[in-house]
């Protein structure tokens, strides 16, 4: 296929463009320098030039507290900009896959968040996602919005790969022990928006790592195995006790009930995920 990916330097843009590559896939990667989302014109001229068969957006201000504090901006980039993407992409007849998050849930349920939960964000960050979502589909039927949430990987600084410095430095970590949330491989997510753009089936679907989810102390001390640092010491904090600017749900486990029904299998557990993400990228 020929795929545009924006935010191609983040921690999913890289992953995408490097299996969408694998795929034999003629792709164009941008970053934000070769192409800022928020410049409508530049996207409309891009896309014109390019005529890519699908494009995967992985742009996005994902700064969950900055947004709190700067409202427009977290709208220019994560609503604004997705809708004219997908107005764009609609004008080329392109598939637009765009991410979202668990974010856009409050986390007062018990269990998983499927595609029946009404989203109820806390956070501007998740306001403006699902403002990106809605303004999308209203924008271009031909979009597939994917939510997914813990997202860890090979490039970026992510929870994992922090966690992880600071114990090789021999540093005692406080980790939470009462959020939880289903943990996702950049590179197994990456291949998932590519199957979905090449399916082309609109709908909001919710990718993540299978099994049953997981609380950010259990999620640390799994990963503190895979990298071989488990005699590291922990300390188990409330998630109430970090006072940060923005809420964060504390249940944002996600399950699908549309990817079987199109004939996508779940992807690998959790567990199996960290163990190979911890031998490429753990060394
Ligand atoms: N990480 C998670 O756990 C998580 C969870 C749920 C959902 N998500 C969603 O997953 C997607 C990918 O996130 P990620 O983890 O890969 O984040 P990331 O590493 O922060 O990547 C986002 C990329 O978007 C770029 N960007 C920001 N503003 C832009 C603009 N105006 N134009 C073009 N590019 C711009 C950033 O560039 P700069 O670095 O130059 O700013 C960065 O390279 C996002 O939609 C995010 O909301 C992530």
């Known amino acids: 296929m020929r795929i545009l990916v924006t935010g191609a330097n983040?921690?999913?843009?890289?992953?995408?463009?490097?299996?969408?590559?694998?795929?034999?896939?003629?792709?164009?990667a941008h970053d934000r320098h070769s192409l800022d989302i928020t410049n409508h014109e530049s996207v409309k001229i891009t896309l014109e030039h390019?005529?890519?068969?699908?494009?995967?957006?992985?742009?996005?201000?994902?700064?969950?507290?900055?947004?709190?504090?700067?409202?427009?901006?977290?709208?220019?980039?994560?609503?604004?900009?997705?809708?004219n993407l997908a107005a764009s992409s609609r004008r080329v007849g392109a598939v637009l896959v765009t991410i979202s998050t668990d974010y856009v849930f409050d986390g007062a349920r018990e269990g998983f968040y499927t595609q029946r939960d009404n989203p109820n964000p806390t956070s501007v960050y998740g306001a403006a996602k699902l403002e990106g979502e809605r303004c999308a589909q209203a924008a271009s039927a031909r979009t597939v919005v994917v939510r997914t949430g813990w997202?860890?990987?090979?490039?970026?600084?992510?929870?994992?790969?922090?966690?992880?410095?600071?114990?090789?430095?021999?540093?005692?970590?406080k980790t939470i022990s009462d959020a939880y949330g289903t943990p996702t491989y950049a590179d197994d997510l990456a291949l998932r928006l590519r199957e979905l753009a090449e399916l082309d089936i609109p709908g909001v679907y919710h990718v993540v790592n299978g099994g049953a989810g997981v609380s950010y102390e259990e999620f640390t001390r799994a990963a503190l195995l895979a990298a071989g640092c488990e005699a590291?010491?922990?300390?188990?904090?409330?998630?109430?006790?970090?006072?940060?600017?923005?809420?964060?749900?504390?249940?944002?486990?996600?399950?699908c009930i549309l990817s079987a029904a199109v004939g996508l299998p779940d992807l690998p557990y959790w567990e199996s995920a960290l163990g190979n993400f911890a031998r490429l990228s753990l060394k």
């Open 151 to 173: 997202i860890f990987g090979k490039s970026g600084r992510n929870f994992l790969s922090t966690i992880i410095e600071r114990a090789r430095r021999g540093e005692r970590l």
């Open 50 to 83: 390019e005529r890519p068969e699908a494009l995967i957006n992985c742009a996005a201000w994902t700064d969950v507290d900055g947004c709190e504090s700067n409202r427009p901006l977290a709208y220019a980039v994560n609503s604004r900009a997705v809708e």
């Open 232 to 255: 590291t010491e922990i300390e188990s904090v409330s998630m109430d006790t970090l006072r940060r600017p923005a809420p964060r749900p504390r249940n944002s486990r996600l399950r």
């Open 10 to 28: 983040g921690m999913v843009g890289r992953a995408v463009v490097e299996q969408c590559l694998a795929q034999g896939d003629e792709v164009f």
